[in-house]
């Protein structure tokens, strides 16, 4: 059971609009910075978004975060195949001193 | 470029131990915080140890605290992570990561894989 509660899947067409949610608590989203990450099949985890909607070098603008309260959303536009992947929250937590992940979003490019 | 290399990784059985390392290269790794994180075969990812840049603060998920221990060595910019007590369910992808900051991980290792099986 992960701190952080996210859907188990999603899914869209190309070019579609596709978010996932992310939802915790005061100790953690309501406190901290989100963080999103993509991990492709066999790959390590990658950063796309971090503290406050931003974006690493070279993720591209497709890409963005928001946040409001206890939760948070990851929305990607313009879908593309590449997209596919795995798609993972994560927060500092106050109250646990450490960093919480949510279980996971499944998207899939129909 | 930001690299990081883990290292250490094999089958141990169950009250076993082992040691990962983590190599650091292509930014100053005395000035960053450090992270390791693991993801069981098939599931998501779990955060596992935090140590900051001086070595003087470290945190631990409640699932591995009192049996790893994490350290590093800024003289040879690497970091460690010595897992004792190893339990079937440790066994996972190690994945050594940098703190960006705001305790983000912005740069991982390509993981390690750690089985611990009879």
């Known amino acids: 059971q992960s701190v952080l509660t996210q859907p188990p899947s999603a899914s869209g067409t190309p070019g579609q609009r596709v978010t996932i949610s992310c939802s915790g608590s005061?100790?953690?989203?309501?406190?901290?910075?989100v963080n999103w990450y993509q991990q492709l099949p066999g790959t390590a985890p990658k950063l796309l978004i971090y503290?406050?909607?931003q974006r690493p070098s070279g993720v591209p603008d497709r890409f963005s975060g928001s946040k409001s309260g206890t939760s948070a959303s990851l929305a990607i536009s313009g879908l593309q195949s590449e997209d596919e992947a795995e798609y993972y929250c994560?927060?500092?937590?106050?109250?646990?001193?450490?960093?919480?992940f949510g279980g996971g979003t499944k998207l899939t490019v129909l | 470029q930001v690299q990081l290399v883990e290292s250490g990784g094999g089958v141990v059985q169950p009250g076993g131990s082992l040691r990962l390392s983590c190599a650091a290269s292509?930014?100053?790794?005395?000035?960053?915080?450090m992270h390791w994180v693991r993801q069981a075969p098939g599931k998501g990812l779990e955060w596992v140890a935090f140590?900051?840049?001086?070595?003087?603060?470290?945190y631990y998920a409640d699932s591995v605290r009192g049996r790893f221990t994490i350290s590093r060595d800024n003289s040879k910019n690497t970091l460690y992570l010595q897992m004792n007590s190893l339990r079937t369910e440790d066994t996972a992808v190690y994945y050594c990561?940098?703190?960006?900051?705001?305790?983000?991980?912005?740069?991982w290792g390509q993981g390690i894989l750690v089985t611990v099986s009879s």
């Open positions: 990561a940098k703190d960006g900051g705001s305790r983000q991980f912005d740069y």
């Open positions: 292509g930014f100053t790794f005395s000035r960053y915080d």
């Open positions: 140590i900051r840049y001086d070595g003087s603060n470290k």
């Open positions: 005061s100790s953690n989203i309501g406190s901290n910075s």
């Open positions: 503290s406050k909607n």
């Open positions: 994560a927060a500092w937590d106050d109250r646990l001193n450490g960093v919480v």
